[in-house]
Structures are given as structure tokens and as C-alpha cells.
């Protein structure tokens, strides 16, 4: 059993257990991926200010978000195609995230059902919903995550139309895998992976497959996204969501001040400056380097949350100390869950847990509520993209 003590060690694992195709759609960026890459490198930037002599015994990770206690401030952010990582991906990440106290987020493009999710779960979890053109869907979409008992949707408004990763092209992505003898060749040297994935019926997108009507391939998530999402997205319809909705609403992927005004005026109860993990707009900024102003535009009317580029507890220390009230792991927690299952998920929890609490103690604070701009040495010009640092 190797030794694993940081995030990387486990994508390391995983990237040997699972098939190619599977694997490069958590990790690809949209075209250059230039996105991406800069939403890990840019966290490099803010240096932490290091104390001494001061008390750090009786140290607390534990928060908020949305009013739920967490923790720490970190969510299991919404990933599609989670149940092919790892048979049943979906169910062992959720079980994983209430055991260690943080909130999951099941994505619309899971492969375990929203129903599934909530049978092998005791707490309520959130659920990340697509703004799709098909009201009759998107309707019992929100009938079904109100009887599955979910505290909260996450609108997702970034993709109304799908960011093109070359890789999932090359390999014919698709949910079950197509066999063709590329897809056939790679799988047969993924034997336990195999073995687990015969032995489910998770197989196809739960969420969609016998609910979503007019989708000509719902094994490819880039025919559904061109089918049947909508390009003509605007707030109207978005406030029309969270009416249908009636509960709690996080709305992720802001990026801009004038949007996440929008998003506060419509009354969401938190928002989530996101990139989509570099899978969208190739070219954009990175999510660290927007936080500073969307805090700026709308951090006293709204809850400002961060995704995109977190692999660290020094990362959400950093993200938190610069005035996010919580975080959300995607590629971090997919990496724990495709080496090690849902054991893997909460040894990548673990391992963010310990780098926040003891990142913590060294900047000599022992409340994660009481991290400020105090604790941090930020580049001039780091929250303005149109400086080159
Ligand atoms: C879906 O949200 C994706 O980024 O593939």
C-alpha cells in the first residue's frame, strides 16, 4: 500500500485504475487549456504570512455555508460523469462527504439518479441543475430533488453551450463507453475498474435516461448539451427556476461583477465564482484572481463561494482568507474516489482537511472564521486581470 499524503498521490493512483477515456474527461481544460492551468497556478501568486509564538492549540475547521454547518468550508462541487470513475462513483463520493461533515452536490449528469443518491444517504444533499429548454423537464427535475429531500439546487449558468475539450472528441466519450477497439483495448488494462463496473447497473445517466424526451444519443453528453440545453438562457428564466424551485438556490459559474449583481438582485442565497474548472470559457480568468472583486461588487448582499483550481487546504485557506465563505473540490475528490472508491474520498478530504487546519495554525489562527486579508501577502494588482503578474 503506498504511502498517499497529498492530492497528487491520488491522482497518480487513479489516472493507473482508470480508463483513458474516463480519465481525461475530469482532467481536461476547453481548447488550450491555458484556463485550466492557471486556475492552480495562480493560487501560487498569494504567499501566507507565517507567526510564531502565539497560541495554536484548540484549532476549528468548522463553518458555515448557507447556513448548514460544515466541517470545513469545503463542498464535494457537482461532477458529471462521476459513477464511471468508480462503479456507483456517485453514491460512495455523497456517503463519504456526509461521514466527514461537508455538503455533496450530486450533478444532473450524474449516473447514479437523484433517487439512488438519496436512498444510500441519511443527510440532505444538494443537487447542481443545467438550464435546460424543456420545461416539463426541468419541473420534475425540481419534484424530484424536493422528494429526494435536497436542501439546495445549484444553478449552473456557464454552460449553455458545451466548451469543447479535444480529448473527449479523440476518445468518443460517452456514458457506457462505446466499445470500439481503441475504448476495448485501454479497458482491458483497467481489470478492477472492469470487474466493478460488471457488477452495477449504474451504467447510463441516471438523471436523464427515461426522463429527458427528443435526446437521439443519451449515452453523449455532447449531443444532450447541443439537444437540449438552452442557448437563450437570460435572469428572467433563471429567477423563473428558482420560483419553480422554492427552496435554497447557489448560482455557480459568475465571473464577472455585473453578472454576480444579477445574481444577488434575483435573491440567490449564495453564488460561485467558477470557470467550470477551465472546461468552458478557454482564456478566461482564473477564479482566484475574479474573487477579490466579485467580493468587492456584491460580498455584503450575497454569500460568495469559489470553485476552479482548489487541490489544497493552503488553497481554501487562501481562497477563505481573501473573503470566500466556502470552496468546492471536483478534480480533487474525483481523483480520491477513481484510486481508492469512497475510501479515496475521504482520504482526499482528510488530506485538505489537515493542510487547512495545520496552514491554519502556522498563520497563527486557530478560528477558520477569523481568516482575513491579514493573514496573506497579495501581489499588487492580483484581483486585476488586466495587470500581468
Ligand atoms: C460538465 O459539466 C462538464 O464540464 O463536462
Known amino acids: 500500500m503506498p504511502v498517499i499524503t497529498n492530492i497528487e498521490d491520488l491522482r497518480r493512483i487513479y489516472e493507473r485504475r482508470t480508463p483513458r477515456m474516463f480519465y481525461d474527461y475530469a482532467e481536461s481544460g476547453s481548447w488550450t487549456e491555458q484556463t485550466f492551468r492557471e486556475n492552480t497556478s495562480d493560487f501560487r501568486h498569494i504567499r501566507l504570512k507565517q507567526r510564531v509564538a502565539v497560541d495554536m492549540s484548540g484549532r476549528s475547521t468548522r463553518t458555515t455555508m448557507i447556513g448548514e454547518d460544515v466541517a470545513m468550508p469545503v463542498a464535494l462541487a457537482p461532477v458529471g460523469l462521476t459513477g464511471m470513475q468508480c462503479a456507483d462513483g456517485e453514491i460512495k463520493a ?9 455538503p455533496f452536490t450530486l450533478s444532473t449528469m450524474s449516473i447514479c439518479s437523484i433517487e439512488d443518491v438519496a436512498a444510500h444517504t441519511k443527510n440532505p444533499f444538494w443537487f447542481q441543475v443545467y438550464t435546460l429548454k424543456d420545461d416539463d423537464f426541468m419541473r420534475r427535475l425540481f419534484e424530484r430533488a424536493h422528494a429526494a429531500n435536497c436542501s439546495a439546487i445549484v444553478i449552473t449558468v456557464d454552460l449553455q453551450l458545451l466548451g469543447q475539450r479535444h480529448r473527449d472528441l479523440k476518445n468518443g466519450l460517452s456514458a457506457p463507453p462505446k466499445l470500439t477497439v481503441k475504448s476495448i483495448a485501454n479497458m482491458m488494462t483497467k481489470v478492477p475498474w472492469g470487474l466493478e463496473m460488471l457488477g452495477t447497473k449504474r451504467r447510463f445517466f441516471g438523471n436523464i435516461v427515461g426522463h429527458a424526451k427528443g435526446v437521439t444519443d443519451p449515452s453523449s453528453l455532447s449531443t444532450w448539451t447541443a439537444e437540449a440545453f438552452d442557448p437563450a438562457l ?34 440567490a442565497d449564495a453564488i460561485i465564482v467558477s470557470n467550470h474548472g477551465g472546461r468552458q470559457l478557454d482564456g478566461a480568468v482564473s477564479s482566484i484572481r475574479m474573487l477579490p472583486a466579485i467580493l468587492d461588487a456584491v460580498g455584503d448582499k450575497v454569500e460568495v463561494h469559489l470553485d476552479s483550481g482548489i487541490r489544497s487546504g493552503q488553497d481554501v485557506l487562501k481562497a477563505v482568507a481573501l473573503g470566500a465563505k466556502g470552496t468546492y473540490i471536483g478534480r480533487a475528490f474525483t481523483y480520491g474516489l477513481g484510486a481508492m472508491g469512497e475510501k479515496g474520498v475521504t482520504k482526499a478530504l482528510e488530506i485538505i482537511h489537515k493542510e487547512l487546519d495545520v496552514t491554519m495554525g502556522l498563520c497563527g489562527e486557530t478560528d477558520v472564521n477569523r481568516l482575513g486579508a491579514h493573514n496573506l501577502y497579495v501581489p499588487q494588482g492580483f484581483g486585476d486581470p488586466t495587470v500581468l503578474l
Open 234 to 267: 437570460d435572469w428572467k428564466r433563471i429567477a423563473q427556476f428558482k420560483e419553480w424551485w422554492g427552496g435554497k438556490v447557489i448560482i455557480k459559474g459568475i465571473m464577472e461583477p455585473e453578472d454576480a449583481r444579477r445574481a444577488a438582485e434575483i435573491g
Open 94 to 102: 455523497a456517503r463519504a462527504a456526509e461521514a466527514f461533515g461537508v
